[in-house]
């Protein structure tokens, strides 16, 4: 097997890659990109592209990072794994035998993860407008807590509780975090959870039903935040709710996805939280929090073929995939870095625009990425994209969504397959056969 290094050569930016390409990655003297000791080239032979990719070893890492780090810090304590920012079966399977819980958002997500092996007793339900179906399918499921969001769900559970059940009030924190627009969720006009007046009388209606078992108040300030003294921030301004058995912090930990960015360390931000903890909330409480992103966009790339160049007023370098799956790059402007995997070590002269195949000028995966003179044939790797771009998989321009691979010690397993033409029609039988 070829030996695989880390290189920084002269006339690359390959020193800048470690830090937005998974853990396991690295490359052989051809300077073929390899992740988790599996090349590019035999990924995309055996399962074609577009596709996602994902480090086992470092997703496993990242997560004992959080439960390790925040058990030393504060031992009554909690880790939830946001599934919205990775909803795949084996991503739950792998949290679960890590020991997370898990934060579900929706009942394909409560399916999803019961469908992987996840204890009942490990969920927990977000949603800013759960429906009466939903809000019966978790309780039949037994689920262990309900961040309960609005007056309205507390209509909803005094019609459906038979049994005690335990929940949690989301509470709007007022804290406008640093972050794109589309993923502020603490400030002031968040659609999610009661400012502190009408938290404080949807807490005592909980308190004086003889079903509802409340724990305590559940925040969170938004996504991708680099600035740890915000998290702090939210702590102290959750603790004005009052004195409760638990307090769930949310996550939002920010990721490296440029060479640009500065992203904090997971000892920085549970450092924050914790610092907080002690500061303002009771010293028995339990705390949790529900990073996602942090865990899972480090960890996943996504592997293209470039279909086309062109040089025309800019140089176009199209791939075969696009915004059908990779979403987050069209929805908050998110900028990610790409390399040609099979020629990382050639000098990278060139200024393009990486494209998507989709009908729209909008489908533009990286403004300005820096590479190789790129060829039709060569393999495209985007980085940190672990993180939402499963979840927004769509069917634009009738796309189909890609599989999943998992990569380690040599081995790649498929954990979601890539969908057919004929998943793509099935929903379509009606008018077909009618």
């Known amino acids: 097997m070829s030996k695989l290094t880390r290189p920084d050569p002269a006339g690359t930016r390959v020193a800048e ?3 937005v390409l998974p853990e396991e990655a690295a ?12 090349s590019v080239t035999e990924l995309a032979e055996r399962f074609g592209t577009p596709l996602y990719v994902y480090d086992e070893a470092g997703l496993r890492r990242q997560i004992r990072r959080f439960v390790d780090g925040l058990s030393a810090r504060w031992p009554n304590s909690e880790v939830l ?43 927990h339900f977000h949603g800013n407008a759960k429906s009466d179906a939903e809000l019966r399918m978790a309780l039949e499921a037994g689920i262990d807590t309900i961040i309960v969001d609005n007056d309205d769900e507390l ?10 059940q335990k929940l949690l009030l989301r509470v709007i924190p007022g804290v406008e ?31 004086a039903h003889p079903l509802m078992e409340f724990e305590g108040v559940h925040l969170h300030i938004g996504s991708q935040i680099l600035d740890v003294e915000q998290f702090g921030e939210a702590v102290e301004k ?36 914790v610092s907080a903890a002690r500061e303002h909330l009771p010293a028995d409480a339990r705390i949790m929090i529900e990073p996602g992103r942090s865990i899972v966009a480090r960890a996943g790339v996504t592997l293209y073929r470039v279909t086309t160049v062109k040089h025309t007023g800019r140089t176009f370098v199209a791939v075969d995939g696009g915004l059908a799956d990779q979403m987050d790059a069209a929805l908050t402007g998110q900028r990610f870095e790409a390399l040609l995997a099979e020629r990382v070590l050639e000098p990278w002269t060139e200024s393009v625009q990486l494209v998507g195949r989709q009908c729209e000028s909008g489908d533009l995966i990286v403004d300005g990425a820096t590479l190789p003179a790129a060829k039709v044939g060569d393999l495209a790797v985007v980085g940190t994209t672990g993180a939402y771009g499963y979840t927004l998989a769509n069917n634009y321009n009738g796309a189909l969504k890609p599989a999943v691979v998992f ?19 099935r929903t379509h039988a009606p008018a077909i056969e009618g």
Do not use: C, N
């Open 17 to 19: 890659l470690w830090d």
């Open 27 to 38: 490359v052989d003297e051809a300077g073929v990109l390899h992740l988790g000791g599996v």
């Open 81 to 123: 794994f946001a599934s919205k920012s990775f909803p795949a079966v084996g991503m739950y399977q792998l949290a679960a035998e890590e020991g997370l819980s898990v934060d579900i958002a929706g009942g394909g997500e409560l399916q999803l993860a019961l469908a992987a092996g996840v204890s009942p007793a490990k969920l």
């Open 155 to 164: 209509d909803r559970l005094e019609r459906l509780l038979e049994r005690p």
């Open 177 to 207: 975090a640093k972050t794109h627009a589309s993923q502020a969720t603490g400030g002031d006009d968040s659609k999610f959870g009661l400012p502190m007046d009408q938290a404080l009388a949807a807490i005592e209606r909980m308190r």
């Open 238 to 273: 959750i603790s004005t709710a009052g004195e409760f058995p638990m307090y769930d912090v949310g996550g939002g930990l920010g990721v490296k996805y440029t060479y640009a960015d500065d992203a904090p360390s997971v000892d920085a931000y549970l450092d924050a939280i």
């Open 407 to 425: 990569v380690q010690d040599g081995s790649a397993r498929v954990v979601a397959r890539r969908e057919t033409y004929e998943d793509l029609l």
